[in-house]
């Protein structure tokens, strides 16, 4: 099973539209999660970290279930600018350490 | 706004040859990363390292890669003999603490092997 896993489209949708990105995560001993964002030939970065009682940040929101190892992106009212390869990262494991690993990511875009 | 620098932007080499991709993290941070992505594909954890020694690294940082942190501010990578299928883009990231920090990212080197 891969560490990191997620579905990786693409998810064409209109301008306006809601869309929804699952991620799982094959350690149990993960501490911390987070969604990246990657334009085309650039470097991820960061758009939210994910904590265990949900979090939103504008129109974006995260969950995470610890108990089925599951992390979700919800982006409301879709913009163009909103398209990119949206990458699931995990952090942590039994070894203590700062290994982050990345999902393959899930490409979105948005269409007038 | 601080941020991690990456040199060179791009490196053509030949088979064979030793590769030093050089990296400077954001000055306060601690924690230190590389990463690679084959064009097309995922961004691989190669490893991180803390406090001047190697804390994690992936199956694929074989022998032929190496870290170092020569002079408190650079953070190189160094591939001693360097093969096709290293060809890729190498990310370099710092963090500033563990646990829920950010990794900030280099623009990355790509790296096209002849």
């Known amino acids: 099973r891969k560490e990191v896993e997620q579905d990786p489209g693409p998810f064409n949708v209109p301008e306006g539209a809601t869309v929804a990105f699952n991620c799982t995560y094959s350690?149990?001993?993960?501490?911390?999660f987070f969604w990246y964002r990657q334009d085309c030939r650039k470097e991820p970065k960061l758009l939210m970290s994910?904590?265990?009682s949900g979090n939103e940040d504008g129109r974006f929101t995260a969950q995470l279930n610890r108990a089925s190892q599951y992390i979700s992106l919800l982006i409301r009212d879709s913009k163009l600018s909103d398209s990119a390869t949206y990458l699931c990262?995990?952090?942590?494991?039994?070894?203590?350490?700062?290994?982050?690993?990345f999902g393959a990511g899930t490409r979105l875009f948005v269409k007038a | 706004e601080p941020e991690v620098t990456q040199t060179p932007s791009h490196q053509v080499t030949q088979m064979g040859q030793e590769v030093i991709l050089r990296c400077v993290p954001i000055s306060n941070h601690l924690y230190f990363y590389w990463y690679r992505q084959i064009l097309g594909q995922k961004v691989e954890f190669l490893v991180s390292f803390y406090n001047n020694e190697i804390s994690e690294k992936s199956e694929i940082f074989d022998d032929q890669f190496s870290v170092e942190r020569p002079d408190g501010s650079n953070f190189t990578l160094k591939i001693r003999s360097t093969k096709l299928e290293d060809s890729a883009m190498y990310f370099c990231?710092?963090?500033?603490?563990?646990?829920?920090?950010?990794?900030?990212f280099g623009e990355g080197s790509r790296l096209t092997v002849l």
């Open positions: 990231a710092s963090m500033r603490g563990q646990g829920t920090g950010e990794l900030f």
């Open positions: 350690n149990s001993a993960s501490q911390s």
């Open positions: 994910v904590y265990s």
């Open positions: 990262v995990v952090r942590g494991g039994n070894t203590g350490g700062f290994k982050t690993i």
